[in-house]
């Protein structure tokens, strides 16, 4: 027997240049061959005669060879073999292009099952380039459920299917990761039988059951990773706070919590006091405040006696927070420290020692603070700005520093319900569906080529009043066959022929780190007039004074890109405009596109986005924070997440640490999964 991790060249007909092929496929071993699914099946089961073919639907049929095939030769490079073929219900002649093959198989006299569909006009019935295999062979292309394979170059459907097939006979497949009890109640079938089902289906029906069944275990892994950890952290001892009172610091603010906010607050306090670390997610929309509940849970824990930690994603972004929380805590005692990686070795000492005596309260930096060499005296809580640029695997890394501080994650990014099951199933959730008052919502346009001297008009009148401008182009550079919007060379288009007289800055994410601080600094303080950008500024950064967004080849994006590009305007107290230009005519995507202009729900907004991509793509290039599923699809199998989920939950309270080989086997392929998705979570 083979074994699962064996190279697929041990395979006959897999030399080197077939390997590299299934490598373009990410395959390199048997295991993997066996766990690449097919994305679909042609139902060739069922025999029919010649005369119950229908025009343009392929089906098996059985016929006999009614003379001896001939070959034409048309031109240079077209080769025609003709041949007639009957049942006893009707002829029927047959045509194949090129197919030496064909003409040298099909013999008089001998019977064939032959795969095709049925060409009509009015001369009569046809037929071209059939499949047929000899009566007595094995079924490999026909009498059977074809799977369809995802391909690469020089990789045929056949050569999968007889690779797939051979390594099926001679390893094992995957052992059973379900336990019986789960399999029971939900009506899955083993894993030995799902694993040869989705690849041989004996039915539709049989191919379909398989495929729940790998869909059920991709949740079930997934879900009952961030049920052990969350379980293992609730078993965790964490001394309740016992100051609660947030007067000193609230009273500070320059304007009330919203309902929202001071709901957030409550969940929070709730957290602290309960005597288990906390793991709370705030979800809420760009601008909605999350910061100030970071804030008042960093205070909290300040006030107990215990160091907090506050992570952003971006350096910008971290300099952006410990300017404007410094300000707020300085004058309550409460010592602020930064830590970037772009500090000075000496600076990053001086604040790393702080820390680790004692002498800084409360820390905001970037992943510096993740580092092993970052140690704290006492810290009790680590908040994470923007988690969903972090991932799940972070999120367990972070909580490892510290003895089991409390954790508080933000998202702006209003996932759907689905994600969110997933991502965060090991959190508990504080919704803030409120923006602050007075906050007018961004009018959002739709807007052609032909509108092109209006939007600068509208940019100029936006600079004369003493505002700023965003303009966000899809790419960096230039690329021809794509013909959208480069923001290097619409940069300087605009520099140069459109606004002489204007100041165009320029950043995007190809500059080094610092010179992207840079640029976003400048422009923070107003250093330039317009920002030609790419996505790189769609997290974070508080420029109050910008009041336009226009979006290049906006079709280019994701809708909730899109919202979360749009957020960075509307956050001072001007009215603030977006504007979206398109060329692309495409109904679907210009509705799409309006929807974006309607409202500014940012659940909604990602709910279709889901609906039109898929989630690998949700956050744009692969910032999901999810491992990839291989047959999972997010927004279809929602009713099978949710069995998955409590499965895995009951599970873990029942039978979870029991020593039994399924349990060992999950318990493997959970470290595989989170292992892997660390990889690509950042
Ligand atoms: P986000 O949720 O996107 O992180 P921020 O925390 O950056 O939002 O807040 C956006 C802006 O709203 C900030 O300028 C902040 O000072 C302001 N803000 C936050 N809470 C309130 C409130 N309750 N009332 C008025 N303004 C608020
Ligand atoms: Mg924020």
Redesign the pocket.
Known sequence: MARLSDPITILKGVGPTKAKQFANLNIFTLGDLICHFPRGYEDRTGLRTIAQLEVDVPACFKAMVMNTPRTNHIRKGLDLTKVQIADHTARLTVTFFNNRFAAEQLQYGKEYIFYGALSGDFVGYSMTNPVFEALDSQPVTTRRVLPIYPLTAGLTNAAMLKAVRQALAICDVPPEILPESVRQTYGILPAERAYYAIHEPSSMAEAEMAKKRLIFEEFFVFSAGLALMRASRAKKFAEPYTNTNLQPFLGRLP????GA?RRAVEDILADLTAGAPMNRLVQ?D???????IAAAAAYCAVSNGKQAALMAPTEILAEQHYASLNKLFAPLGIRTALLTGSMTPKQKREVRDALAAGEVDFAVGTHALLSDSTEFADLGLVITDEQHRFGVAQRSRLSAKGADPHLLVMS?TPIPRTLALLMYGDLEVSIINEL??GREPVDTFLVGESYRPRINAFIRKQVAEGHQCFVVCPMVEENEDLGVKSATLWAETLQKTVFPDLKIALIHGQMKAAEKEEAMASFARREADVLVATTVIEVGV?V?NATLMVIEDADRFGLSQLHQLR?RVG?GGSKSYCILTSQNRNPDTMQRLKALCKTTDGFRIAEEDLKMRGPGDFFGSRQSGLPAFRVANLSMDLQTLKDAQAASARWIDTEGTADTPEGRALRDRIGVLFDRAEGTMN
């Open positions: 304007f009330q919590l919203t906010q809420g760009v601008g909605s405040g999350k910061t100030m702006a602050p008052p508080d109050p957020g956050r």
